[in-house]
């Protein structure tokens, strides 16, 4: 399958692009705003395309190569997209109707992944979060992703698109470099415990999260790019399974996996931050099990790949 991965250079890209290749079974057009890391490293790529997801001539370029899949990954994440409402919009909505143009102009009926996020439920949420549970995003990053939910599902519905929406949870660990993902917190206790260096962790040791790592987002992404659009839900919409955790749970685990005697974490509570990343309920997601979809499996597994990766 040629599958054309938009925001190929960032954390999840990277992972998904190396999964992909390692089967041997894909080719791969990867396009982001800067590649340099994907053109010393990887010479497997089929194709290179650099430049603004937002212009024409340059998406142009990247349907040229036919693809027979589109995985959507670039966006302005949560953070950045309350410093920069515009340019939020212009990437995570007017990009991605401008991607979906394309691709249904392409006479490939490619399959469209769209990277969707936990963001669309908001800061209130019922004791449990289940398929049937509404969206009511308070951040303009969570709303752009209900709204190119419900726009990729309209236009499936249509006949015109094959596309499918993930909702990821929180994934770890990202790079120590500045994201503009707000939960970042969630990933950079990996880094610090790793180099046996203090934490201030900004939500309460009993503050609930939902967890994934980013080997098994890639996981989850490869199989949907592969799995037969026929058995997908009505909705085209997948919460996908996710280990919940709090602080506590997680820190024990990084201590135990890491031979940590000493406590390097202490908590300083920032009650907006926990209110919008903390306390996450119940998690049930019969569609994505049906479906074939996972999780890390536990939480020692979890801490087991994530610390595997960093050490590579």
Not at 146 to 171: C, H, T
Not at 173 to 201: I, Q, Y
Request: glycine letters at 6%; proline letters at 5%.
């Amino acid at each position: 399958m040629r599958i054309l991965i938009t925001g190929a250079g960032g954390f999840v890209g990277n992972e998904v692009i190396n999964l992909l290749l390692a089967s041997g079974q894909h080719e791969i057009i990867a396009f982001d705003r800067a590649l340099p890391k994907l053109e010393n490293a990887s010479p497997e790529i089929t194709k290179i395309i650099e430049g603004d997801i937002c212009q024409t001539s340059v998406l142009t370029q990247a349907f040229a190569e036919k693809p027979e899949a589109i995985l959507h990954l670039a966006v302005v994440p949560g953070g950045a997209a309350e410093e920069n409402p515009e340019l939020a919009w212009q990437i995570n909505v007017e990009a991605t109707k401008l991607l979906a143009e394309f691709a249904i102009n392409s006479g490939t009926s490619p399959r469209f992944v769209f990277a969707s996020s936990v963001a669309v439920f908001g800061k209130t949420k019922p004791a449990v979060v289940d398929d049937e549970t509404s969206v009511y995003p308070v951040m303009y990053y969570g709303a752009h992703k209900a709204m190119m939910e419900q726009w990729l599902a309209m236009l499936s519905r249509r006949g015109v698109l094959d596309a499918i929406s993930l909702r990821l949870p929180g994934i770890v660990a990202r790079p120590e470099a500045p994201s503009g993902m707000k939960s970042a917190f969630m990933s950079n206790v990996f880094h610090a415990l790793k180099d046996n260096k203090k934490f201030v962790c900004p939500i309460s040791k009993n503050s609930n999260m939902w967890f994934m790592s980013v080997q098994c987002i890639a996981a989850n992404f490869c199989h949907a790019l592969q799995m037969d659009g026929e058995s997908l839900p009505a909705s085209r919409i997948i919460n996908l399974p996710a280990l919940r955790l709090n602080m506590g749970m997680l820190v024990d685990a990084l201590y135990d996996s890491l031979k940590i005697d000493q406590d390097l974490v202490t908590y300083d509570v920032d009650k907006d931050l926990e209110s919008g990343f903390g306390g996450y309920p119940e998690l049930e997601t019969a569609t994505a099990d049906q479906l074939g979809f996972k999780h890390d499996g536990n939480i020692n597994k979890l801490v087991k790949t994530v610390l595997e990766n960093l050490s590579n």
